[in-house]
């Protein structure tokens, strides 16, 4: 029969990778209305400019830079929007959103990033131009996207 000691040791990590993480409380910086708005929009036209150039038969390449091994020349609308990290936290959010479109329209139809980037980014302006202009109000929007629908359909 083997005793263990009463009084365990700690063992020090050998590097800091294997400490225990601790959580931190960062503070927020939070916006609203116009400013954030603002912000998130052009965020979606960077990203939505550089997917663009890759539409259709004669869309042109994007060369993306890789932190390991050579360039990686593309057109691929969702390989160029994957590959699209903005500094600035608001910015990057209206980034996010878009790319959230160009990877939900590859997985269910395999093709059509491009052109469903460029819609989502018109969406998103007339949207945004909706709330800031005419209305306040949630239905409002709703409202808008209905009509919006179906007008496309037609």
Known sequence: MFRLPTVMRQVRPVCRALAPHLTRAYAKDVKFGADARALMLQGVDLLADAVAVTMGPKGRTVIIEQSWGSPK???DGVTVA???DLKD???NIGA???QDV???TNEEAGDGTTTATVL???IAKEGFDTISKACSFPLCAV???ITA???LLE
Request: with cysteine; proline share 0%.
């Open 82 to 84: 994957k590959s699209i």
């Open 102 to 104: 160009a990877n939900n």
């Open 89 to 91: 936290r608001y910015k």
């Open 149 to 151: 629908t179906r007008t």
């Open 120 to 122: 989502a980014r018109a």
């Open 96 to 98: 996010k959103l878009v």
């Open 143 to 145: 409202a808008w996207c």
């Open 73 to 75: 020349v593309t057109k």
